[in-house]
T-cell receptor
Framework: AQKITQTQPGMFVQEKEAVTLDCTYD???????LFWYKQPSSGEMIFLIY??????QNATEGRYSLNFQKARKSANLVISASQLGDSAMYFC??????????????FGQGTELSVKP | EAGVAQSPRYKIIEKRQSVAFWCNPI?????LYWYQQILGQGPKLLIQ????????DSQLPKDRFSAERLKGVDSTLKIQPAKLEDSAVYLC?????????????FGPGTRLTVL
């Protein structure tokens, strides 16, 4: 069964506008972590933001915020004030368990974001 | 601080040949990961080392893939013999202490083409 689903293969956004990248997940473990990574054309994966299942507030890191809706099992990434350098593949990932009981990272299929000038 | 280094960056081989990839993690990082990323998909964990011991190799096709991390520093991933479906980018990553760390640091990857 697909654990992480990203339904948007590609997205376009105008420079300086905000964009939301969708991610839904499936787990029966009450303890889990949700991650977003960026993969530019150079190939390396860059960690952006993390949300723990017990975190009360949505995570934010600069222009990135994670819209965590636990009941809906969604963890959407919001990028504010898009920049040309934000053009890349974006992957949502989940890790079941926390702390030293944590399992492996499971990635979604990715969303390709293109920022238009 | 230097990032995760991988070599070669690109490799083209014929099916049934052997190939090896090398990874040098960030200095002092205890945990090392090898991922396989097939075109159009997210990375899939192949094997995870904690120092020089294997923590998880449940998704490693052990009939053809092998990996080692001697002395708990750099690591080598080998495929022997290669199949067409092994064409992918092989990513190496490391984290400071253990798999519970939030952030993994990735290298640029090795793009393998099997003809």
């Amino acid at each position: 069964a697909q654990k992480i689903t990203q339904t948007q293969p590609g997205m376009f956004v105008q420079e300086k506008e905000a964009v939301t990248l969708d991610c839904t997940y499936d787990t029966s473990d009450p303890s889990y972590g949700l991650f977003w990574y960026k993969q530019p054309s150079s190939g390396e994966m860059i960690f952006l933001i993390y949300q723990g299942s017990y975190d009360q507030q949505n995570a934010t890191e600069g222009r990135y915020s994670l819209n965590f809706q636990k009941a809906r099992k969604s963890a959407n990434l919001v990028i504010s004030a898009s920049q040309l350098g934000d053009s890349a593949m974006y992957f949502c990932a989940m890790r079941e368990g926390v702390g030293n009981q944590g399992g492996k990272l499971i990635f979604g299929q990715g969303t390709e974001l293109s920022v238009k000038p | 601080e230097a990032g995760v280094a991988q070599s070669p960056r690109y490799k083209i081989i014929e099916k049934r040949q052997s190939v090896a990839f090398w990874c040098n993690p960030i200095s002092g990082h205890a945990t090392l990961y090898w991922y396989q990323q097939i075109l159009g998909q997210g990375p899939k964990l192949l094997i995870q080392f904690q120092n020089n011991g294997v923590v998880d190799d449940s998704q490693l096709p052990k009939d053809r893939f092998s990996a080692e991390r001697l002395k708990g520093v750099d690591s080598t991933l080998k495929i022997q013999p290669a199949k067409l479906e092994d064409s992918a980018v092989y990513l190496c990553a490391s984290s400071r202490r253990g798999p519970w760390e939030i952030e993994q640091f990735f290298g640029p990857g090795t793009r393998l083409t099997v003809l």
